[in-house]
Structures are given as C-alpha cells and as structure tokens.
C-alpha cells in the first residue's frame, strides 16, 4: 500500500494492538473529513487502505476530501468490499460461473485453483422453500422434505463448492433468511484481517442486502455477475453518490410499528427521488429506534430507491452484539474502533453535510399498510376501505385474461364502467363439508414473512401476543385464508415457543412453514383448490397481506391481484378478518362465543406488553446455541453427495446444474467493439418493468417455453419447481426471460404475458422462439422501455438472459442502478433516451430496423450514440446516451463481458 497521506496508525484495545488507517490523522490536515457523512467516511478508509497507486490513486482520495455534496456525481472510484453475500437463487448462477471458469482457464493453459473468492464469501440457501404444507404441525417437516426433493441437484452441487472453493461458505436449508443471518450472525461491524482493522463492507446478491446498514455497516445489493467479480477480487467501481439526510425527532406512537415507519419512510424518500444515491439517518429520533427498527428501515432501501439507508454505529450498535450473543472482544473493538475514527454517532455531535435533507417527526407515523401494487403506496389503515374500493374499480374497469397461471396470449378486456353486480360478485366455495361466500378482496394469503419484518422481535412478540388475546376471544381465521409464519431465523421461534406465544399463532393457523423467504419472494405455493378454482371462475380479484418488502403484481402468487404489505400483527388480524375492504377501526374483527362484536383495538397489544416479553423471553444465549452449528445443517443436509476434484463433473442430464456457455471458444483477445445495424425489436415496453418481469422468479407456466422444454427432458409439471430454483440451467432461464405472466408488450396489444411479433414474418410466438428464429436469421435484438426499467430484485438472469436472447442494446428512459451495471457486465449495451424522449414522443412502433453507430469508435462513458429507426414511414433519427457509466465498465464491455475480463485477466497472470 502506498499510504501517501501517512494515515497509517495503530489502535491498542486491551491486550491487542491493530493497524489501521486514521481519518483522525487525515482530519489535522484535511478538516472536511470531521463533517463528511458517516457512509463517506467508510468510502474514504477504503481508498486511504487500498491506495496503491494504480486502481485507487492519491487523486481518488482527494477528490472524496473535495467531495461537493450539491454536484451531479461524477468522480469515479474503486471499492473493495470486504465480504460478499449470496443467497441461493442468486448464488447458484455465481457458481455455476465460477466452476465453469476453472474449466475455462485450464483450456487457456491457467491453473484452475486460482479460481477461488479472494474475499470472504457466505451463501445462505433460503431462497428455495416454498409453501405446500400449511396451518399444520407438520408443515415444517413436509415442506423441507419437498424442499430437499426438489433441489437436491442444486444442494450437492453447492455442497461440492463448499468444499473445492477457498473461503467459501454455505449456510444450509432451513436455517434462516440470508440478510436476517447476516445481521443476527455474520456481520462483523469491525473486520479483522492479521493485525490490520477497517470497518466491515460488502455487497451481496440480493437488493435488501441493505438491511446490514441498520447495524452501521455499509453494504449494497449488486448484481450476481458484480458479486462475482467482487468475489475474484475485483473492486466495485462506482461514482463518489450524493448523500441523503434523513432527520428523524421524537419516538412512535403508541400502536405503531417499525413497519409503519419503514412504510412512511419509502412513501416520502420515493417522493423526494433518492435513486442511485445514499440516505443517512441522523437526528435525536435515532436514540428511540431499537437495532431491528433500524434494520427494518434499511432493508426496504431498494423500495425507497437508494443505494443504502444507513444507520451510523452508536451505543444501540453494541447493545445489539451483545444481545445477539456476539464475542466480547469484537463489541469492544468496536466500540474503540469507531471512536477513534469518527464513526461513532453522538447525540451532542454537529451534523454532516448532507446533499439534501428531509425530516420525519416519528409521532405522526400511524398504523399503515402499502399496496396493492406498489411498496411506496402507502394506505393509512382507517382508509384501508376506500382505498381498496378505488382499487378494485380500477382492476375491474381495466379488464384481464383469464387462466393467469398460463403464459399470456389471450386478449384483455376493453377498460369499461364496472356494474355494481360486479364489484358485489360472489362465489360459493365448497371445501369437503365446509361451504362459504367468496368476493372480490378475500384475503387468501396472511403471511408473516421476510427478513423486513422478522427480524424484528417487538413485532414477531406483537403478533403473538394479538394472537393471543384472539384465541381468548374465541376468534379464528376465515376458511379461505392460507396462513403461514416463515421466520427469517431459529431464533424466532425459540424465542416465540419461551414466551408461550407459539401455540396462540398455531391456534389462529400460523404453524412454522420453514425459514426462508417464502411469499415475499412468490413462493407462497399454491392456493387450495376449491379456492383457487373461485377465484378463475368468478373471475375474482383476491388480496395477500404479507409482512414483506415487495408487492408487485404476479409476484406473490398467480391468482392473487392485490398485494398489500403490513405490519405481522397487521398480518394476523387480516387473516382474522378476511378482507381488506373492511375499516378495521370501526368493524369488528368477528364475534366472541357469547355473540359480542371483537374490534382490532380490543386485542391490539400495547408496547408494555411487547416491551415484557421480550424481556424475560429474547435472550443472547438463544442466538448463540441456534448459530453454533449453523453451517452444519441437518440430517437431509449431511445426507447429500458431496464431489470431489477441483473441477465439477457436469451431468448432461441435469435439469438444474448445467455448465453455461458464457465462455465456450472464448479467444484470448477480445474482439473489437461494432456498430449495431439492421436490429429488431424483440419487446416495446412502458415505465416500471421490473427484473421480476424481464427474469420470474416463481411458477413455471404448463405452456410456456421453459415447460415445454423440462417436460421434453423428462420432467413432469409437478416436479417442474420455479424458475428461481433453476437459475443454474441457462436453458430454463433464457426461456424463462421475459415469461412474466404480467408482461404487457406492446407489440402485441391487449396481450399479457411472453409473446412478441416476429416482425418480418408478422407471426405471433413466443419471445423465446421469436428469439431463437431472428438468431438464426442473423438479426440482433433491441428492447424499447420507459422510465425505471429493470427495478426490482438484483437478478443476474435479467442480464444473462437479456443476452442469450440475441439483445445487443435496451434504450430506455432511464434504468434501475443495478440492472444496467448487469446488462453492461452481460455485454448488452444499456441506452437512455435523451431527456424528455422515449418511444412514443419519438413516434417508434417497434416494426422499425434499427442502426445504432458510434459505438464501433471511440466508445466512452456517457457517449453519445446516433440511432436511425427506418420503418415503412421513413427514418427517424436521434441520440441517446452510453449508459456505460465509468472506464472500468467499457472495459468490461468491450470484453463482452465482466466474467471474460476477469477471465482473461487471470489467464495473463
């Protein structure tokens, strides 16, 4: 390290003495560093630790010291996470890359075992439960059992990893949600590496890898195909962000959750526009806000749009490593750490400068829930009845095909005046002996789910205890409500069983289903039958309440339209209810045994009762026996093969494992970029297509590509598993890419679902087959779309499928942060409309051929590229800008990719 400023310094902390890099010595000469906000201050110790002259230069250090907080962000510079996370659905495909690399080195005359993360690595497999099994005792046993069926394939090829890769390690089934892991057991706040310290970082697979900023770490979600490169040690190239304040005063509420907050907070900071840039919390509220209320904040990071939401380390901090039973000398040197750099917050401490602030009084947070569509619409609960009234006109007026869990392809309904016969439809549902009315806005899913929500006890403690006090008052769900509890670890539960909480939540039918993500990723499993058979046939528009952080629609489950997102007592009580079209504040829940009316606040626990239980009941020594042996797993997990050799022995027949093609022939040299001539459009796209549109995570349609192709190997519809579960076969992915059920390409109007028109032919198919037949016709692919595309989940298969689709460029109004690095990391050249264009103003129906030049040439960041669009009505020409965004991405680029830069950079070392 060249140390040019001469920070290097030493820390004694009992009987240890450390290395490390001292902002303090930095600030005596460079006082801007004492109000530099916290998250920059951890940005800067990474350059001052990594400066070497050559990826991170004295000039990168200095122009953070210079950093203006009001200018446009354009000073690029390196990051070097110090770990990475990866959870199974995304971390499967990473190393499936890894091990396909070693095979691709070897071929380029390398030594295979070089492949290996150079920066620690943990994957938590909680991506893949799903909820068959429910409101049983034995819905836990069952589903993991189904679980292990389906996945074994993945499981032992990740067992194999395990093993053959350095510093790599798997947390298995069962166990919990990776970002509530990572908080309760992972994170080090303080890293450790020989005698040198620095605050812990990383980047993880997944968006809400936020989460870990509540405990004062900073840490984003990349795509899979940056993480792999972080893996291989490669830096995290980004520009210097603006940084956000989020002032907050006063303390909640009695009756308000930290859910409510986090859903007050995404509302305002979706409103202000934080996209691509940091939020810091700061201000006297902070000391009212528990660890997990903190944590609960940061994680929706990606629904508020920021990079992070950052909490700095303080005294909450510490209190929680205590509490969740880490070591003591890792609290102190935390504790020490932090003070002597300046990463301590204190009440009494004048504020960084921030690029903007906002201000939350946390008194006016009211009880709230989000959706249906969207995580920053936010409902008030006592206009939960009117805003679902307006909901469901909307739904209705607007029209939709029938059978949704098929692939699309049947027209919508024109938007029309809803009759009041309608909005009061009804079903009858026949259940064996049970008979019952079914309408529009039935709860069918109540699901306590998510890291979000259940990491936090004081909310997991207040759905008991409401639970509770419902059994008292002889309530119980309605006979159309699917329930479910999926706690984010063992901890939970433990705590839950301690407090004589888990039998009132089993008595109202929130039995355990498994630990891991479950609905809040789509894998709430199927509805039962006669239910889901009312809901086609009387063409219903049902509702999920659901403690998670996202509710697009088709993401939760087929046949459910309205996603609301709520607090897990919230979550109870809807389930108690059966609708969300009720006023919860005025109607009662349902009756008690002697006919009398039970209301929501006669069973509402107050924050004493919560305080009480968590007290005698949440205890440091339960976080310490349950993560003991975390990495272990249990028996199904023991049981699977492991692989032996350096390399995988790949199975021609796997259905879930399969070696890509990402490297096959690759050349030692890249080849030169080209110009772009003669391309199609493959998808003419609005605003706020999501990566769960572009790259499903849940079912696999009977008709779609991707079945047909399983069903051709062999598989039947019932093992065909999720799209999610099979990210480590390109062949199921890039037929999956651009299958959301939801999908409304407008070159096919009216139509919801995968479908594309062949332009020369005229011919309606399958965007895959469409694909398939312009690739063998030599024609490269466009996609047109609107404003924010590719939100959502950091999925790599976006990317990767956007790819082997033959899509050579995506010209869109603008893009989500993480999508875009992806689609450059992928080689698909990611384009924005120049400000106040896009498809329409343009005049582009998407028949057009497309010329795009200037990339051929003198290929830089945020160039400007000419496109000529010739249809049958002439040329349209116009510019739009390079969305490759620094020097590092067009060398990626120019490399085809960020795997092959990697690739070949190893191959000459």
Known sequence: MTDSFGTKSQLKVGSATYDLFSLGKLAKSHPAVNRLPFSLKVLLENLLRHEDGRVVKREHVEKMLA??????????????????????????????????????????????????????????????????????????????????????????????????????????????????????????????????????????????????????????????????????????????????????????????????????????????????????????????????????????????????????????????????????????????????????????????????TLELDLSTVVPSLAGPKRPQDRVPLKDMKSGYEKSLVEMLSAGKSKGEDEEGGKGKAAAAAVPPERLAQTVTVKNGRQSYQMGHGAVVIASITSCTNTSNPAVLVGAGILAKKAVERGLNPKPWVKTSLAPGSRVVSEYLRDAGLLPYLEAVGFHIVGYGCTTCIGNS?????????????????????????????????????????ASPPLVVAYALAGEVGMDLDNEPLGTDPNGRPVFLKDIWPTNEEIQEVIRTSVKPEQFRSQYANAMEGDALWQQLPVGKG????????????????????????????????????????????????????????????????????????????????????????????????????????????????????????????????????????????GAEYGTGSSRDWAAKGTMLLGVKAVIAKSFERIHRSNLVGMGVLPLQFEAGQDAQSLGLTGHEKFDITGVAQDLAPQKKLTVKATGESGTKEFTVVCRIDTPNELDYYRHGGILQYVLRQLAKG
């Open 67 to 356: 950093w203006d907080p009001k200018a446009t962000p354009d000073v690029e510079i390196s990051f070097h996470p110090a770990r990475v996370l990866l959870q199974d659905f995304t971390g499967v495909p990473a190393v499936v890359d890894l091990a396909a690399m070693r095979e691709a080195l070897a071929s380029m005359g390398g030594n295979p075992d070089k492949i290996n993360p150079r920066n620690p690595a943990d994957l938590v497999i909680d991506h893949s439960v799903q909820i068959d099994s429910f409101a049983t005792s034995a819905a836990f046993k069952e589903n993991a059992e189904l679980e292990f069926e389906r996945n074994r394939e993945r499981y032992a090829f990740l067992r194999w990893g395990q093993s053959a890769f350095k510093g790599f390690g798997v947390v298995p089934p069962d166990i919990g949600i990776c970002h509530q892991v990572n908080l309760e057991f992972l994170a080090h706040v303080t890293f450790r590496q020989g005698s040198t310290v620095y605050p812990d970082t990383l980047v993880g697979t997944d968006s809400h890898t936020t989460m870990i900023n509540g405990l004062g770490v900073v840490g984003w979600g990349v795509g899979g195909i940056e993480a792999e490169a972080a893996l291989l040690g490669q830096p995290i190239t980004m520009l210097i962000p603006q940084v956000v304040g989020f002032k907050l005063s006063g303390k909640l509420p009695a009756g308000a959750t930290a859910t409510d907050l986090v859903l007050t907070v995404t509302q305002m900071l979706r409103k202000k526009g934080v996209v691509g840039k940091f939020v810091e919390f700061y201000g006297s509220g902070l000391k009212s806000l528990s660890l997990p209320d903190r944590a609960t904040i940061a994680n929706m990071a990606p629904e508020y749009g920021a990079t992070i939401g950052f909490f700095p380390v303080d005294e909450e901090s510490l209190n929680y490593l205590r509490f969740t039973g880490r070591p003591d000398d890792l609290v102190a040197l935390t504790e020490a750490y932090a003070k002597e750099q300046g990463l301590w917050r204190r009440d009494d401490a004048e504020d960084p400068i921030f690029s903007d």
């Open 525 to 565: 499993g199927p509805l039962t039958e006669p239910v889901a058979n009312a809901v086609t046939e009387g063409d219903l528009v049902v509702a999920a309440v659901l403690s998670g952080n996202r509710n697009f629609e088709g993401r939760i489950n087929p046949h459910v339209r309205m996603n609301y997102l």
């Open 646 to 785: 350096s390399t995988f022995q790949w199975d021609d027949t796997s259905t879930y494992v399969r070696k890509p093609p990402f490297f096959d022939n690759l050349p030692k040299e890249p080849k030169a970029t080209q110009d772009i001539h003669g391309a199609h459009v493959m998808a003419l796209l609005g605003d706020s297509v999501t990566t769960d549109h572009i790259s499903p995570a849940g079912n696999i349609a009977k008709t779609s590509p991707a079945a047909k192709y399983l069903m051709a190997n062999g598989v039947e519809p019932k093992d065909f598993n999720s799209y999610g579960a099979r990210r480590g076969n390109h062949e199921v992915m890039v037929r999956g890419t651009f299958a959301n059920i939801r999908l409304k390409n407008l070159l096919v109007p009216g139509v919801e679902g995968g479908v594309t028109v062949h332009i020369p032919t005229r011919e309606r198919m399958s965007i895959y087959d469409a694909s398939m037949k312009y690739q063998a016709e030599g024609t490269p692919l466009v996609v047109l779309a």
